[in-house]
């Protein structure tokens, strides 16, 4: 968003009321069922499997945020000095909606991208790339990327693996991720069973599995590496998944992962006795439940939470601010509407409370703790226009009215974060066949912003998807 830092403002804050969900619900029941062939439902759901993964990478690829494996922000990234009140609301404009994301992750193979302005100067950007290829006998090669690149995080994220499956639904599989950095990479075995009403996957992940090997076994030369780290108890991460549809009309699905208990040593290795010894904790689960009143209309809730813990404290020759422990937690529930008004036309509308409190103690009595926690309503209700190929079209209303409970100051921030935002979105596109679809739009101030001089204007996004 093009705009200038402001200071807090003084004046009295909004409120703003929930999307009126239940006035599209009546309105959707009360529309004749549409006949023409280009009514596909098939997309008409929401998932939480985009979140799930962007938040497992915040702990499988640690080297992606700011400051590294070794970065004192925590794992989750939520706070830095970059980050602005409207922040928050410009992911929401910028990123896929909920039936994007759904038939995203339907899909084996495609690219898609997305990217929208947060400054003058800055974007933040996301893209995924996935393929496979069968290698025959029921073996099969996949290949998957994951591109991000905010404020906090710079992720570039290789994936790459096989699988064997069976006629059963049965399946194993075994994958690894790749690093320019060595001691980075991960190793992954699972396995999953699917049927035509379920699946279900779980995995055990290995944590820079490389690590010890590199800077233990190998002996790196400290010209090449000034700090080292010795994994005295190894990562390793277990992760979940579940997806049930009992009856036509009810969807259920669910991810959870967590992290089995680690600890490891960073040292200067000219001087082992300088750094810190660190433990980490973190977990995350999420659940969806869908309900279908008709086929072209659906109603859900889905609820998320994810805790992070990191305990670090210096070694006899480290520093006073490496003695300290955080908390970093973030809990959201949200009810969603799907309904598609006509053969061409469907709205999406979502509301959601979220609370994001953390904690960081210090040993150091001369450091001032942390104890903060921001809650905020958010959502966004929107038309879109889809034609088979050719012309499309969105037209949204966007909100995130943040309320800053206690703590002030105490976390990195570009402003003050005690604000209602919200805005209009609209966007054009064109669909090239059934293969390529390319999107843009521009975002219209409404709730009177006045630290910048451009007008109504509120920012720039797009978005483009290829399938094959």
């Not at 959502?379 to 009215?401: M, Q, T, V």
């Amino acid at each position: 968003m093009q705009r200038h830092p402001a200071p807090r403002s003084n004046q009295p804050r909004k409120e703003l009321l929930p999307a009126p969900c239940s006035l599209l619900l009546v309105f959707a029941l009360s529309l004749p069922s549409p006949a023409s062939p280009q009514a596909d439902s098939s997309t008409l759901h929401a998932t939480l499997s985009g979140w799930a993964d962007q938040t497992w990478y915040l702990l499988t690829d640690r080297g992606a945020a700011e400051g590294g494996r070794l970065g004192d922000r925590g794992i989750l990234q939520r706070f830095h000095p970059d980050i602005d009140a409207e922040y928050e609301l410009d992911l929401i404009s910028s990123q896929f909606g909920l039936t994007d994301e759904y038939a995203w992750q339907r899909q084996s193979s495609g690219v898609r991208y997305w990217a929208g302005s947060v400054n003058l100067v800055q974007l933040v950007d996301g893209a995924d790339f996935k393929a496979a290829t069968n290698l025959g006998r029921g073996w099969s090669f996949r290949a998957q990327y994951a591109k991000q690149t905010t404020p906090a995080i710079d992720r570039d994220l290789l994936h790459v693996g096989v699988e064997r499956s069976w006629a059963t639904g049965a399946r194993v599989f075994a994958e690894g991720s790749l690093h320019a950095f060595k001691p980075d990479g991960d190793l992954a075995i699972g396995g999953g069973w699917s049927t035509a009403t379920a699946d279900v996957q779980v995995s055990l992940t290995m944590l820079d599995a490389f690590n010890d090997f590199v800077y233990q076994v190998l002996e790196v030369w400290p010209g090449f590496a000034e700090t080292a780290i010795d994994h005295e108890r190894q990562p390793f991460a277990v992760r979940g998944s579940l997806n049930l549809s009992p009856i036509q009309s009810v969807r259920l699905s669910a991810d959870a992962g967590i992290l089995l208990q680690s600890r490891f040593r960073s040292y200067d290795q000219r001087e082992p006795e300088r750094g810190f010894r660190q433990s980490e904790q973190y977990a995350h689960a999420g659940g969806v439940f869908e309900f279908s009143i008709v086929p072209r209309l659906r109603t859900g809730v889905m609820g998320t939470y994810v805790r992070a813990m990191t305990d670090r404290e210096p070694l006899s020759a480290g520093e006073a601010l490496d003695d300290y422990s955080l908390l970093e937690r973030t809990a959201q529930m949200s009810a969603f509407v799907l309904a598609d008004l006509a053969p061409r036309w469907r709205v999406e509308a979502w509301i959601g409370h979220t609370w994001r409190p953390e904690k960081r103690d210090y040993g150091d009595a001369d450091q001032p703790d942390v104890d903060y926690e921001d809650r905020a309503w958010s959502g966004a209700a929107s038309g879109r226009y889809r034609a088979p190929g050719g012309f499309r079209a969105d037209l949204a209303f966007e909100i995130d009215s943040r309320s800053v409970i206690r703590g002030d100051e105490q976390v990195p921030r570009l402003e003050f974060l005690d604000r209602n935002n919200s805005r209009v979105r609209l966007g054009v596109g064109w669909q090239f066949g059934q293969r390529f679809s390319l999107d843009l739009g521009f975002r219209l101030d409404v709730d009177g912003d006045t630290y910048t001089d451009h007008g109504r204007f509120d920012g720039a996004h797009g978005r483009f998807v290829m399938r094959w």
